[in-house]
């Protein structure tokens, strides 16, 4: 995809975050936009950020390496947002500013333990499964609490939020019910944990929905850099 299609998109997609902001009385700051550029060569990168993205989202450790060495000269924010295996825990402690896709104690114990000391903590969002999908990545939600207790006692590490990918589904109504169930499990937790500030969910496909409910960090992929390339 060219870069100005990318500005293109960018403008639109930044149109209806601030549309759906107004819309639902979200305080405009308080919504940022991750550009998931999964699959998107390290060129499509430079053409968001050139036009004032600042947050990236990747899946793919190793294709995410390989971009963020590529970008390295970016003033950019890197999220890994893909399934975790425990054995790539270390490049993901060493490259990333933040994880959003941990969902068990020992990616937080391994995260934690491999974090340089020197460098900013990071910033840890628990996925959490709130369609309970059994063949879904994310924590249910009754075992939540305890791994939340252990990401707010490690160091190296700061726990910022919960994301979720809800099941798919139609329509702003049923979108909303998925992300309201992550939202109520995030304000329980802040009783216990209040400086979590970050609430990952909103896709593509569900970003009104999901504003409307409280997200504070959309992550857009397809909207953005088009189909995926594979
Ligand atoms: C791919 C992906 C996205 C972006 O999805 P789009 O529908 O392309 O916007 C967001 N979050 C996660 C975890 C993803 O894997």
Redesign the pocket.
């Known amino acids: 995809m060219n870069n100005d299609l990318i500005a293109t998109n960018i403008a639109k997609v930044l149109q209806q975050v601030s549309s759906a902001v107004e819309k639902y009385q979200r305080e405009p700051a308080s919504v940022t936009v991750?550009a998931?550029s999964?699959t998107q060569p390290a060129d499509a990168v430079r053409s968001a950020a050139a036009i004032g993205m600042t947050d990236f989202?990747e899946?793919y450790l190793q294709e995410a390496l390989e971009k963020i060495e590529t970008c390295s000269d970016l003033a950019v924010t890197w999220h890994f947002?893909?399934p975790i295996q425990s054995n790539k825990t270390r490049p993901i402690a060493a490259h990333f500013d933040w994880v959003?896709?941990v969902d068990r104690e020992k990616l937080l114990r391994r995260l934690s333990e491999q974090r340089d000391p020197s460098l900013a903590p990071l910033n840890v969002c628990i996925q959490v499964n709130v369609s309970q999908e059994p063949s879904k990545s994310g924590v249910a939600p009754e075992e939540l609490p305890k791994l939340l207790d252990l990401a707010a006692d490690l160091p190296n590490l700061r726990l910022r939020g919960l994301?979720a990918?809800p099941a798919p589904a139609e329509g702003f109504t049923a979108q909303k019910q998925s992300c309201d169930a992550l939202a109520s499990l995030f304000a329980d937790a802040r009783q216990k944990h209040p400086s979590m500030d970050t609430l990952s969910m909103g896709?593509?496909?569900d970003m009104e929905a999901a504003i409307a409910a409280g997200s504070t960090i959309l992550?857009?992929?397809?909207?953005?850099?088009g189909a995926?390339q594979v």
Do not use: L, W, Y
């Not at 992550?219 to 850099?225: P, S």
């Open positions: 991750m998931v999964k989202g899946n947002i893909g959003h896709s994301m990918i896709m593509s496909a992550r857009i992929g397809t909207a953005i850099f995926r």
